[in-house]
């Protein structure tokens, strides 16, 4: 069975840093995707960055950017510049292709309380 | 569009009452989720459905039901709630099980005394 394991239950960064957040995964799978969810105090929860596994580059959307390994199925997330709006859950999340007895379903870890000090 | 909606946002239970989770989206997606979040815990899915007439067990079905009404509603039903289903749910959409997003709505808090 996959899983999704986050080390680090909470981090804390100032404000105008970056910050690296981990993320690490066990499948059997070679074609799969990542996540990274952003969860607020409003409990809404915000697709962050996906990334495919068969892409060698790694994905970037402004601020945020994945560092992918896929030998080592590391999956981390960098925010730079952080502000103090990104204080939030952060859930990494996994998903294998939808295709035989996979039915596609997302699998999180246990996430990371992200503080951003000004 | 409204997207992903759920009620009520809160709610409170005795032990044995039962109760019926709502969960609308109006993007036109297929398939539709239900997860469970519980403190130092990610997201844990509890029953799904592919598509319009399909459901199937996730992690953690125990005490739950669901029902797809149609293409736009997916309930989720608690018929004896017991104090270990205290947690926030999340209802969820995709336009078809292999896209790539996926949509969550704001949740629902339960408490069961």
């Known amino acids: 069975a996959q899983t999704v394991t986050q080390s680090q239950p909470e981090m804390s960064v100032q404000e105008a840093e970056t910050v690296t957040l981990s993320c690490t995964y066990d499948?059997?799978?070679?074609?799969?995707?990542l996540f990274w969810y952003k969860q607020p105090p409003s409990r809404q929860m915000i697709l962050v960055i996906r990334?495919?596994?068969?892409?060698?580059q790694n994905a970037t959307e402004n601020r945020f950017s994945v560092n992918f390994q896929k030998a080592a199925k590391s999956f981390s997330l960098k925010i730079s510049d952080s502000q103090l709006g990104d204080a939030a859950m952060y859930f990494c999340?996994?998903?294998?292709?939808?295709?035989?007895?996979?039915?596609?379903?997302?699998?999180f870890g246990k996430g990371t309380k992200l503080s951003v000090k000004p | 569009n409204a997207g992903v909606t759920q009620t009520p946002k809160f709610q409170v239970l005795k032990t044995g009452q039962s109760m019926t989770l709502q969960c609308a989206q109006d993007?036109?997606?297929?398939?539709m989720y239900w997860y469970r979040q519980d403190p130092g815990m990610g997201l844990r899915l509890i029953y799904y459905?592919?598509?319009?007439?399909?459901?199937d067990k996730g992690e953690v079905p125990n005490g739950y039901n669901v029902s797809r009404l149609n293409k736009r509603e997916f309930s989720l039903r608690l018929e004896s709630a017991a104090p270990s289903q205290t947690s926030v749910y999340f209802c969820?959409?995709?336009?078809?099980?292999?896209?790539?997003?996926?949509?969550f709505g704001p949740g629902t808090r339960l408490t069961v005394t």
């Open positions: 969820a959409s995709r336009v078809n099980p292999n896209s790539y997003e996926q949509y």
């Open positions: 499948t059997s799978e070679s074609d799969y995707y």
């Open positions: 990334q495919e596994a068969y892409k060698q």
């Open positions: 999340a996994y998903r294998a292709p939808y295709y035989g007895g996979s039915q596609g379903n997302l699998i």
């Open positions: 993007m036109n997606h297929n398939s």
């Open positions: 459905s592919a598509s319009e007439g399909t459901t």
